[in-house]
């Protein structure tokens, strides 16, 4: 089994910066290989932010593009997600997630194997 615990959500202000981390643990955490960061909004489907592949490689959403940063230590099972130039609709709870596998390609067409509880960002003046 594998837990993702998530840390670091908040609130800020228009234009500000927030930083999140997740780590995973659990006899099972050995075999992760891709994590990610998904969001969920009111009355919106959750939705890819950034996953970051066991080579490094990632995949941002557009809306996050230029603004977001994914990073990683795999040596950890450890993913970040700096969040700069942050606005209102950047409020959402925000999901770490995890996977076995080891590309993005595959992920995105079979979906995460583990996820967090969620932490929450507001982005409110």
């Known amino acids: 089994q594998v837990q993702l615990v998530e840390s670091g959500g908040g609130l800020a202000q228009p234009g500000g910066s927030l930083r999140l981390s997740c780590e995973a643990s659990g006899h099972s955490s050995v075999n992760v290989k891709t994590m990610g960061w998904y969001r969920q909004s009111p009355r919106k489907e959750r939705e890819l932010v950034v996953i970051i592949d066991n080579g490094g490689s990632t995949k941002y959403a557009d809306s996050v593009k230029g603004r977001f940063t994914g990073s990683r230590d795999s040596a950890k099972k450890a993913v970040y997600l700096q969040m700069d130039s942050l606005n209102p609709e950047d409020t959402a709870l925000y999901y770490c997630?995890?996977?076995?596998?080891?590309?993005?390609?595959?992920?995105?067409?079979?979906?995460?194997?583990?996820w967090g509880k969620g932490v929450q960002v507001t982005v409110s003046s």
């Open positions: 997630a995890a996977s076995e596998e080891y590309t993005i390609a595959v992920v995105m067409d079979y979906g995460m194997d583990y």
